[in-house]
Nanobody, 121 residues
């Protein structure tokens, strides 16, 4: 199994910044993509940003130019730097990775418990 632990959420004013971090642990054999998703009240979970094992990135249009995703393959961590935050960024942010555990060649998605980000106007 793979466990994901997030940190860094909180309350910030419009225009402020936050940095989310996520560490993967467990019997990890290999991790493909790592990413961040978010879910606002009454809405479906949506992709925020994803980064491949080679460093390629993809962002939701709503966060392009404001958010930056990075990862450290040696530590199995992924971070999301969020700048110029807006009230519409308010949501629970979930860390995600697609990984295989030792002894298995099957890759599957794993999720963190979520961290609240609230942007006040």
């Amino acid at each position: 199994q793979v466990q994901l632990v997030e940190s860094g959420g909180g309350l910030v004013q419009t225009g402020g910044s936050l940095r989310l971090s996520c560490a993967a642990s467990g019997s990890i054999y290999s991790i493909n993509a790592m990413g961040w998703y978010r879910q606002a009240p009454g809405k479906q979970r949506e992709l925020v940003a994803v980064i491949g094992s080679g460093g390629s990135t993809n962002y939701a249009d709503s966060v392009k130019g404001r958010f930056t995703i990075t990862r450290d393959n040696t530590k199995n961590t992924v971070s999301l730097q969020m700048n110029s935050l807006k009230p519409e960024d308010t949501a629970v942010y979930y860390c995600n990775c697609n990984a295989a555990v030792v002894g298995s060649w099957l890759y599957r998605d794993y999720w963190g418990q979520g961290t609240q980000v609230t942007v006040s106007s």
